[in-house]
């Protein structure tokens, strides 16, 4: 399933740059609902951005999209951690991630 079957929102480059360009405000991010993603890539877009806050959470309500793994998740969670940007982990991914070893 392509992301374009998810949403009707611009291709994620283009929100990105979009974001950029307001270098005037502080930019908060929403990564919900979080779907499998390539660390690296989502990593790199997220500093482009230099968020003051994240929130992350997976579906609420439906199981449609493919979820990440529980390692990548953390991994993710880590690095925004060493990089000093504060996550709200919503509880879909909290239970997710206390679930899974």
């Known amino acids: 399933m392509s992301p374009s079957t ?3 929102a611009p291709p994620t ?3 990105i740059e979009a974001i950029i360009a307001l270098d005037q405000f502080d930019h908060f991010l929403s990564l919900e609902p979080l779907t499998d993603f390539d660390l690296p890539e ?3 877009m997220i500093k482009s951005v230099r ?3 994240i929130e992350a959470g997976l579906e609420n309500y439906t199981s449609f999209l493919p979820k990440p793994s529980p ?3 953390r991994t993710l969670l880590s ?3 060493d990089e000093g940007i504060p996550v709200q982990v919503k509880d879909s991914l909290r239970k ?3 679930a899974q070893p």
């Open 96 to 98: 997710y991630l206390e």
């Open 6 to 8: 998810w949403s009707r």
């Open 51 to 53: 968020p003051v806050a």
């Open 42 to 44: 989502l990593l790199d």
């Open 79 to 81: 690095n925004l951690s």
């Open 71 to 73: 390692e990548k998740c």
């Open 13 to 15: 480059w283009r929100r």
